[in-house]
């Protein structure tokens, strides 16, 4: 999923402090299609609860989700 989120975001890797710097920025639309790529690897029983793994691991990374 991180491999995914950094090529979405465009960058080469997270932030050090993920609190503080934001390295990118993914889409809702962006989280829903990675999560539907990732669904059968994630504990996850529907796409909302992928999605927001997804989004979790975006924000531990410094890339910012927005609409």
Request: glycine share 10%; no cysteine.
């Amino acid at each position: 999923a991180s491999d995914l989120l950094k090529k979405a975001a465009g960058v080469e890797k997270g932030a050090g402090n993920p609190l503080r710097d934001k390295v990118g920025k993914v889409t809702k639309a962006q989280v829903r299609e990675i999560a539907e790529t990732k669904m059968k690897d994630l504990n996850a029983v529907d796409i909302e609860g992928a999605m927001r793994q997804i989004e979790g691991t975006a924000r531990s990374m410094g890339i910012e989700v927005v609409d």
